[in-house]
């Protein structure tokens, strides 16, 4: 069963763009998270999508937006990109919502996004 | 609120020796799990280990221990006999019952293992 696979891997943005990142989750996975990893501030939760709904947001701007197609994949959109913004991107997806014993969340590699 | 602390930042030891990472959480929720997860250098989350709010039975794998005590709110992680291939970033994370799937990561400790 191939695993949570994010793309793309590496990217180089300039300040003011717009960024889109996207995830595949696990094949009959409907849960899926995203998070930013940075130096300063650490692994912090940006979204959850459920069959299609944001089901939590964390404390973000609003240019970060995301979104769940009924496939499961989900993207993730950056506006107005600003140096801050450079950081690993890292999604995870689980069968169900929540985190109970059995549902069980698998995180994929990463996008790493350079904003210069 | 939810919270992590891993106090240890940096911990560096030489091969074969034990060494503990702690991590020390707060919650409201009567419900939550409890999760430990590495993150080698290529920066994908390798999942652990998990444990329930309602046991708190230890639990040992291989080399690998967890000491789950909820009267302190601590789920500390210990690795037995280390190696170099043990070196990474170890994070501890929760998720309260109310909260979906959404995970508080603590700051994570770097352990590096050295031959």
């Known amino acids: 069963k191939a695993g949570v696979t994010q793309t793309p891997r590496y990217l180089i943005k300039t300040r003011g763009q717009q960024v889109t990142l996207s995830c595949s989750p696990i094949s009959g996975h409907r849960s899926v998270s995203w ?8 692994l912090q ?20 937006s995301g979104r769940q197609f009924s496939n499961s994949r989900s993207e993730m959109n950056v506006s107005t990109l600003e140096l801050g913004d450079s950081a690993l991107y890292l999604c995870a997806s689980s069968a169900a919502k929540g985190l109970a014993t059995g549902n069980e969340q698998f995180f ?3 996008t790493r996004l350079t904003v210069l | 609120a939810q919270k992590v602390t891993q106090a240890q930042t940096e911990i560096s030891v030489v091969e ?5 990472l702690d991590c020390v959480y707060e919650t409201r929720d009567t419900t939550y799990y409890l999760f430990w997860y590495k993150q ?17 039975q230890n639990e040992i794998s291989g080399r690998y221990s967890w000491n789950f005590q909820k009267s302190t709110s601590s789920f500390n992680f210990t690795i037995t006999a280390s190696q170099v291939v043990d070196s990474a970033v170890y994070f501890c994370a929760l998720s309260e019952e109310t909260s979906g799937s959404r995970l508080t990561f603590g700051e994570g400790t770097q352990l590096t293992v050295n031959p």
């Open chain 1, 35 to 42: 998070y930013q990893q940075t130096p300063g501030q650490g």
């Open chain 1, 45 to 64: 939760f940006l979204f959850e999508y459920f069959s299609e709904t944001q089901r939590n947001k964390g404390n973000f701007p609003g240019r970060f």
């Open chain 1, 108 to 110: 994929g590699p990463g």
């Open chain 2, 16 to 20: 074969k020796e034990d060494v503990t």
């Open chain 2, 40 to 56: 080698p250098p290529s920066g994908e989350l390798v999942f652990l280990i998990r444990r329930n709010s309602f046991d708190e």
